[in-house]
């Protein structure tokens, strides 16, 4: 079945209105930066596969660069390998996610793209 973009605008929501329907957790404020839990992500997972919960504009290719280019910008030094993590309204991006301390955390808007916050744990 071909799927145009026309007809997935018509079936797909947003993730406030998911949160609305009850699919999901409404999540305000500082609340969206902190990691959903692993049945969260498991339900929208399946809500975009079902195409029921629209994609963010901003791909996984496009965040990790947004992420490296703030480091730079900062000083900080880009180590990998990285975690990155979809949330319903920011991506997380995790460097040095095999050593504990001194890693970097970068959430960037799931919309815009804009880096939220992003800072370094300390060792």
């Known amino acids: ?21 009850g699919w999901v957790p409404r999540l ?17 997972r399946l809500l975009r596969r079902l195409r029921l919960l629209a994609h963010p504009p901003i791909s996984r290719v496009d965040t990790l660069a947004i992420a490296q280019q703030e480091c730079e910008i900062r000083g900080w030094r880009w180590v990998e390998p990285v975690i990155v993590r979809e949330g319903l309204r920011a991506w997380r991006i995790w460097t040095a996610a095999d050593m ?8 960037e808007d799931g919309r815009t793209g804009a880096v939220r916050r992003a800072t370094v744990t300390e060792r």
């Open 28 to 44: 305000s404020g500082d609340e969206s930066l902190s990691l959903p839990s692993p049945i969260v992500r498991l339900v929208v």
């Open 100 to 107: 504990r301390g001194g890693n970097i955390l970068v959430v």
């Open 1 to 21: 079945m071909s799927w145009s973009s026309a007809a997935c605008r018509e079936r797909c929501v947003t993730a406030s209105q998911a949160a609305d329907l």
